[in-house]
């Protein structure tokens, strides 16, 4: 992961919360900002706009702390809203968490864009660096996938400049040639 990486972690559980902000900082180096509820990251969003992360990392479960918070699915909709023109949010990868298994929620969250679906066992902290080595690993490629095309079109047009500047030339001599 790159230095410095930003991931929200929206989760209602203070002490999975904290275990959870304090490995992802140590393992990966990156940034955790932590929200207790979907709707308190919603407004850290909608007061700092420019602040996206690279991440989020989403409970479906956020109702322990406050009983009418949204689930993580509705706050995951709200973030990748379609509607929305310039929206910096649609691309963010989501990683939903859960303490429950079931999979017709977990079917649901993926097919809405959700990245991955984890369970909260005793394999959770090894899934989730997984998942998200995976999406780093992934948006790393891409870069360096645009900046290969990017070198491509500037050598194609090079070529072409080339290619002209030649015609040109040898227009030019077979035109001596012909006046001789």
Excluded: C, W
Excluded at 45 to 52: D, F, R, S, Y
Excluded at 97 to 109: D, F, G, K, Q
Excluded at 121 to 127: H, Q, R, S, V
């Amino acid at each position: 992961m790159n230095k410095k990486d930003l991931i929200f972690l929206v989760e209602d559980n203070a002490g999975f919360a904290l275990s959870t902000k304090k490995g992802l900082e140590k393992e990966l180096g990156s940034e955790v900002k932590h929200f207790e509820t979907g709707e308190k990251m919603l407004q850290f969003i909608e007061q700092n706009p420019e602040t996206v992360p690279t991440l989020i990392v989403l409970d479906y479960y956020l109702n322990s702390m406050e009983a009418q918070a949204l689930n993580g699915g509705e706050i995951m909709f709200k973030l990748k809203n379609p509607e929305k023109r310039v929206n910096p949010f649609r691309k963010v990868p989501v990683i939903m968490l859960t303490s429950a298994n079931e999979l017709s929620t977990a079917i649901t969250l993926l097919k809405k864009g959700a990245m991955d679906y984890i369970l909260k066992d005793e394999a959770f902290f090894e899934n989730l660096i997984k998942t998200i080595n995976n999406i780093i690993n992934i948006r790393n490629y891409q870069i360096e996938i645009q900046l290969h095309k990017q070198k491509a079109d500037t050598y194609r047009k090079r070529l072409m400049l080339m290619s002209v500047a030649f015609v040109v030339i040898l227009t030019a001599l077979t035109a001596l040639y012909l006046i001789k």
